[in-house]
């Protein structure tokens, strides 16, 4: 792993994660290239990013859960590999039931050079601290949809207030939002703005 990277557990103490694409529930059906391990790394400024944001969800009564983070650029090109191959039909109605999965580049959800292989940006949720339970956004993780956007026509009002829980907690602790994508966001000041690594997210050896 680089020097100025890390597992984000490792950092900030009590944060969740499940990182999907190490797993079979992601938008592709499989775990992604690159994803040896179940874990979540980012750069040293995301963590202490995040354990800021964790620290102000904590006073609204709510914890961070992590879907992802570093990305490395082989997952990219995997994605880039599925979208051109035959519709199976299996994830399209749960993550991209209006559109294609070739669209997905052209319609903003996917990048052939994506932002999280620069180490600073994060897909995330809030859950309620009593119960544990991850609290309504109006649609899941993934979802290639105008449902997913910012102020999106469809949400309920407490789905809707919820998403700017998650909004205020990011853009406070230094983040900035992606129109599109309601659980995605980035570091104003990431480290790495032009760099796009490689090293797959794997257990020290």
Known sequence: MHDDFAFVDELVPGIRWDAKYAT???????PVDGYVVNRIVGTRALCAALALAQ????AL?????????YRPQRAVDHFMRWAEEPEDGRKKAR????????DMFAQGYVATKSGHSRGSTVDLTIYDLASGEIVAMGGDHDVMDPISHHGAEGVTADEAKNREHLCTIME????KR???????????????PDEYFDFPIANPS
């Open 61 to 69: 009564g709510f914890g961070l859960l992590l879907w992802d983070g």
């Open 24 to 30: 079979w529930d992601s938008f592709v059906g499989k």
């Open 95 to 102: 993550h991209y039931p209006n559109i294609e999965r070739a």
């Open 172 to 175: 406070e602790s230094g983040f």
């Open 55 to 58: 620290e102000k969800a904590g």
């Open 178 to 192: 992606y129109d599109y994508e309601w659980w995605h966001y980035t570091l104003r000041d990431e480290p790495y």
